[in-house]
């Protein structure tokens, strides 16, 4: 886990970093950060009521993400809607992030 959450602290300040040196050149630098979204990779473990009861007792929005709610995150950050936007963490969590963070999930066995 440590290793985890040190590469998602990674990607926060590189995101900061990049934007401010790129910024300069007209380039934006943005990343979004997902809360549990319906993918292959999280399937198993949305199937799982104790994850998804975790889950929902910290989101504001009581439910999974799906792709396209992330796709259309990453859309608007791409046009020109966004063009004065840089250095953003965007979250993308139902949230999530206005509670306590992540859900504690309990241990899978």
Same mark, same amino acid.
């Given at each position: ?14 995101? /900061?970093?990049?934007?401010? !040196?790129?910024?300069? @050149?007209?380039?934006?630098?943005? *990343?979004?950060?997902? #809360?549990?979204?319906? $993918? ?22 009581? /439910?999974?993400?799906?792709? !396209?709610?992330?796709? @259309?995150?990453?859309?608007?950050? *791409?046009?020109?809607? #966004?063009?004065?936007? $840089? ?23």
């Amino acid at each position: 886990m440590v290793i985890y959450t040190a590469s998602k602290g990674a990607v926060t300040q590189m995101t /900061r970093s990049m934007a401010l !040196e790129w910024g300069q @050149d007209g380039i934006r630098v943005n *990343a979004v950060c997902p #809360a549990m979204t319906r $993918t292959r990779m999280a399937g198993d473990l949305m199937e799982n009521p104790a994850i998804e009861e975790a889950f929902y007792q910290r989101a504001a929005i009581k /439910r999974f993400g799906e792709p !396209e709610d992330v796709a @259309d995150v990453v859309a608007f950050l *791409a046009s020109d809607d #966004a063009r004065f936007v $840089t250095g953003v963490n965007l979250p993308v969590d139902g949230g999530v992030s206005a509670s306590n963070g992540q859900p504690n999930f309990p241990a899978l066995s």
